[in-house]
């Protein structure tokens, strides 16, 4: 954007067909921190190096860090909410916390795009990380999630894109800054697909077929699209979602690697707490009854800048 005095790394992008998201943590020492590091100075060119191989690719990589690694890696100053992920849940429902330092999003048209710019980025970190999880994502269609619903279209876009995700004066030092959670779903589509389409539209909110919003006279408050709408003093505040299906059919794997970025960690914690616990509570997410959380960490993406400017600190 033109007017941003500090430069994001790539949060808010055009939509891709395909994407890879790595969740890794630290080898403890000090000379691999300072692998990271100096990794942190080489992420651009590699992203350059790479995507420049095939116009209108699209290629894009954000890095987040958890809370520990900031420390461990940085030092002080700290990212002002930045701590560890939030479990929310009651009964069976749990939004859990797994282990996670690094979080790599990397983006583009093409698989092949993703995987050389994961090769490369992963080869360089070498021993200082280990990789705990790797999800290879996929665009269904007319961006279907696995849940064959139309994924993504409530996203701000433009100017309320970046207004919903980018860190301005609350927060200065790490202006042009973010906070991502990801958190990977897996699906019972056995469950799932023996409901009618109606059941299926009234736990999303939407119909099916032509993605429109269902009147609010039969739209149920329990309604995930109800639930993860959020008012602050009668104004609507979003989030910037890049949901990506997965899975593998052989292993009767489907499932919906959900990541979410805002400029605070806390509308996103907010809906959490409303899908997983309900609000009120008891009130939950009905789609919570065919997916499960298997992993929920939290990331801080620092501006572009600042990511460079990282490989020369010594905490
Ligand atoms: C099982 C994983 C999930 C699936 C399959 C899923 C799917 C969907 C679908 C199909 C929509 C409607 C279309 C749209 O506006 O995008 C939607 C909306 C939305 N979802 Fe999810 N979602 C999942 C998890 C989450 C989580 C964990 C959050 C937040 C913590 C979230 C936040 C939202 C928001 C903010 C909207 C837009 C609501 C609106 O303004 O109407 N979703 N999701």
Known sequence: MPNDPIEPQAVYQPITRSAIFIVATLTPGAEHAATVRAW?????ALVRSVGKRVPGGNLSCVCGFGTDAWDTLFGGPH???LHAFREFGAGDRRAVATRGDLL????????????????????????????VDEVHGFRYFDMRSMVGFVDGTENPVDREAVDFTIIGDEDLSFAGGSYVIVQKYLH????WNELSVEAQERIIGRTKLSDIELDESIKPTCSHSSLTTLEEDGKEVKILRDNMPFGSPGKGEFG??????????????????????GRPPGNYDRLLDYSKAVTGSLFFVPSQALLEALAERNP
């Not at 019972?188 to 469950?191: E, L, V």
């Not at 990541?259 to 509308?267: E, F, H, M, N």
Request: aromatic share 8%; glycine share 6%.
């Open 40 to 44: 942190c100075a080489d992420v651009a």
């Open 79 to 81: 990212p002002a909410s």
């Open 104 to 131: 790599l999003h990397i983006r583009a048209e093409h698989m092949d795009l993703c995987f050389e710019l994961a090769t490369q980025l992963i080869g360089r970190l070498g021993a200082a990380v280990t990789v």
């Open 188 to 191: 019972d589509m056995t469950g």
């Open 256 to 277: 919906t690697y959900f990541i979410g970025y805002a400029r605070s960690p806390a509308p996103i914690e907010q809906m959490l707490e409303n899908m997983f616990v």
